[in-house]
């Protein structure tokens, strides 16, 4: 097994960045990915009050998502026992398929449970394509590089979260919140188009890095456990929807799913994540709390700004529009060179301007204040996430061999997914039990996201349990 490349970068490591000749076309393929990624999720999370509302399913509003997140689980899991076996194609290819037709399949439904069968579609090809593409940059990157290719990542994000929301709503009101299933498709088959044209750069960048030091039955071990961990994240779920705070078969369900997560996740996670050992175990747990606080609060935020603050769903996407330039700039900042050797401390920074952000929705809400104070909360809270999760995904791949990326690469998507579940689960079991009707959820807003800004503070001290 070879080491982690510590080393300084060479001239020839960093010539032309990024955009360079050499790494040119590459960066634009996986740039491609990460916007198709990106135009899907902040499309949908405007388009899914209506979509909610027609498919008669406003109580299981969160579990359009949760669905999404549990299957993606699987895939992450899959994509990293894939990519150490057979390279980052194979995965790369399946996912986008799947991701394809899960969105089809969605704009095609005619009731509840078909459209969750669509999200479960494109939650798998979603996790194939993500622990891929950091196989891609772990592999084809130097090192010095990877912080700028996170940063670059990032900024993908800030073209569709500016245009998807506003699409979406004008696409919901003036035809129906099916199409906007039926667009995502079009961005798919291009970016596929692209990485087969690319194939053989990816296939390059697998060559030459040493075996994965998991054999065949560690391999097997980690499928087993990554459809265990898919399956309890599902019961969790399913027994948090429409929950209701009275003994059932459902909280029975949801108790066998958090028994489940508690007895898989370990196995798939490096020793000591869940006491935050010093090192590799507080990134993976870093990452976890970073996603349950943040995607556990913005999932609902455009619920209570239509249903609570009567916003129409342009102006509550155009809201998360606004603050999703904040992820990009966080991550632009974590990109600079001068933070080369500071990104356990960056972690906690980013912890902290998220917890800030998440407080100051809170009072938003519960004072009533101007809800258009929302954008800059959520510019607060996205600036945190881009100087964690950037500095998090840089960390993981310096503490590992290339021959383990994949495997890495398939925890910390793990931990940012199990954490995006288990958020979206609470505050999904949270509005259930106390929602009454539109109108009168202020008080479950408020109490749901002051906890979940709680878990946003224990990043601070994951950052500083990063350092070894």
């Given at each position: ?48 009050p ?15 998502f ?9 895939g992450?899991?899959l ?5 150490d076996r057979s ?7 399946a ?29 798998l ?67 596929l ?24 039955r ?11 961990i ?22 029975a ?11 898989a996740?370990?196995?798939l ?32 935020i ?17 809201v ?61 809270c ?32 793990l931990?940012?997914?199990?954490g ?21 959820d ?27």
């Amino acid at each position: 097994m070879t080491r982690p490349d510590t080393t300084a970068a060479t001239p020839s490591d960093t010539r032309g960045g990024v955009f360079g000749s050499e790494h040119l076309l590459l960066s634009l393929a996986l740039v491609a990915l990460i916007t198709v990624i990106a135009f899907e999720g902040m499309a949908v999370s405007t388009a899914m009050p209506e979509a909610a509302r027609e498919l008669d399913a406003v109580r299981s509003y969160g579990l359009a998502f949760s669905v999404m997140l549990t299957a993606q689980l699987l895939g992450i899991v899959l994509a990293g026992v894939w990519c150490d076996r057979s390279g980052a194609l194979p995965s790369l290819y399946a996912g986008q398929v799947l991701f394809a037709v899960g969105c089809g399949l969605c704009g095609s439904a005619g009731s509840f449970g078909p459209f969750l069968l669509g999200r479960g579609v494109a939650g798998l090809g979603a996790g194939l394509i993500i622990v891929a593409g950091y196989v891609v940059i772990g592999r084809a990157y130097p090192e010095s590089l990877r912080p700028k290719v996170f940063s670059v990542i990032s900024a993908a994000w800030v073209l569709p979260s500016l245009i998807g929301p506003p699409i979406a709503a004008w696409v919901t009101t003036t035809w129906s919140w099916r199409w906007v299933f039926w667009l995502v498709v079009v961005p798919v088959v291009v970016a596929l188009v692209a990485i087969v044209a690319r194939r053989g750069q990816i296939s390059g960048a697998d060559a030459g890095v040493d075996a994965s030091g998991r054999d065949h039955r560690a391999h097997r071990r980690a499928a087993w456990f990554g459809l265990a961990i898919a399956l309890s994240a599902g019961a969790l779920q399913w027994g948090t929807h429409e929950f209701e705070p009275t003994w059932s078969t459902k909280t029975a369900l949801a108790l066998v799913g958090v028994a489940g997560l508690a007895i898989a996740a370990p196995a798939l996670l490096p020793s000591g994540t869940w006491v935050m050992r010093r090192g590799l175990p507080s990134v993976m747990l870093a990452r976890f709390l970073f996603t349950c606080s943040f995607f556990g609060t913005i999932t609902y935020i455009p619920l209570m700004l239509v249903n609570e603050r009567g916003l129409s769903l342009g102006a509550a996407g155009a809201v998360l529009a606004v603050g999703s330039l904040g992820w990009s700039t966080g991550s632009w900042i974590q990109g600079r060179d001068r933070f080369a050797g500071r990104r356990a401390h960056l972690v906690s920074v980013g912890a902290g301007c998220l917890c800030t952000g998440l407080l100051a929705v809170v009072a938003v809400t519960h004072f009533g204040w101007w809800p258009y104070l929302i954008a800059p909360a959520l510019v607060l809270c996205g600036i945190g996430m881009g100087l964690g999760t950037a500095s998090i995904s840089v960390l993981a791949l310096s503490l590992t061999p290339a021959s383990e990326h994949g495997a890495t690469s398939s925890s910390l998507q793990l931990s940012d997914v199990l954490g995006s579940v288990v958020g979206v689960a609470a505050a999904g079991a949270v509005f259930a039990a106390l929602h009454t009707e539109a109108g009168r959820d202020v008080p479950v807003f408020v109490g749901s996201w002051l906890g979940l800004a709680g878990v946003a503070a224990l990043g601070i001290l994951a950052g500083q349990r990063i350092r070894t």
